[in-house]
Each structure stands twice: as C-alpha cells, then as structure tokens.
C-alpha cells in the first residue's frame, strides 16, 4: 500500500552577531609649573683694619733721628741755655748791684760757677719703656642684603577621559523554515 505521508523538514533560524567591545581611553593631567627665582644679592663693603706702629721716639732715644727734629731740638735748647744765660746774668747783676750791703758777694758768684762742668747719670733703658706707639683701628664689614623672590605659575591639565560603549548587534543570517512534503501514495486535494 502506498499511503501517502508527510514529511516535514525544518531548518532553523541562523543569527549571527557582532560584538564591539567598549572603548576607554584615558590622558591623565598633567600640570606644568614654571618657577622664574629672582637671586638674592648680597653686598659687601670692607674696611681693612689698619695697624699703625710708630718707632720714632724709640730712634730718637737712640739717639738715631732725622734732620728736621735733630734741627728742632736744638733751636729749643738753644733758645732755652741763651734764657738761662739772661737770667742768671741778670741775677748776678742784681746781687753785684747790691754790693754796697755787704757780704761777701763777689767770693759767693765765683763758688757758684764750676769749672769743670757737672754731669748726671742715671740708669734708665734704651729705648725708654713705651716709647713705641702702636695705634690698631679695627676694620668693618658692612652686608647688605636684597632678598630676591620666587614666583610660581601653575597650569593645571585636566584629566581626560573618553568611554564608548560596547555593542552587540544581531543579524539573521537564514531564517527558520519549515517544508511540507508529500511522499508516496497520490493525495487527493479536491473537495
């Protein structure tokens, strides 16, 4: 017997895809600092000290001079020996002037005159103790300062960042089918 039958052939759906993974990008900030320094500057103003010593009087004890004090120092005595010869003359003429008094005034004037003369010695160091001057001025040192600044510039880069979202699209490659089929046997399809 030949029965019909039906055959049902199905073909099923075929999707396909396309995934796009998400993006992210990122650029951090970065900040840029611009320092200007303005230097500090230091002025200095010396004053050396200054040593004076001065030796003259030890020369001049031993008996070591210059010409213009040598020369001055016997203009003084000069002038001081002819002062005593003024007042010594003059008092032995105020004392023979007074003769007619009496006394013996003549034998007093010549007991007062030596003919050999006088000298005195003494001990004392050569040259004499401080006699040697020494003047020390101390120096200076004088700072003046002019303090410099400092100046700072900031600029600020923001973080950056860009995000895409990922996606996933779909497609229908074939679509789902179903097939009727009649094997075998006549059907009759008529009313």
Known sequence: MNMPRLEINQTFAKIDWDVQSPRYSFEPGQAKVLIE???AEMNVQYVPPRLTI???ECWADMDIKHIFRRN???AVDAKRQVLNYIEKTVL??????AIENGGNVIRNLAMGHHLLPQHSFQYGNVPRNFSLRIECIPGEMRMDW???GTTINVQDRPFQHNYER???S???QKKNELHFESIGGN???EY
């Not at 032995?92 to 002037?97: K, R």
């Open 92 to 97: 032995e003429g105020a004392q023979l002037g």
């Open 187 to 189: 059907l009759n399809i």
């Open 166 to 168: 990922g996606r996933i």
């Open 54 to 56: 001065d030796q003259s």
């Open 37 to 39: 320094q303005t230097p």
């Open 146 to 148: 002019k303090i410099g």
């Open 170 to 172: 779909y497609t229908l």
């Open 72 to 74: 001055e120092e016997a």
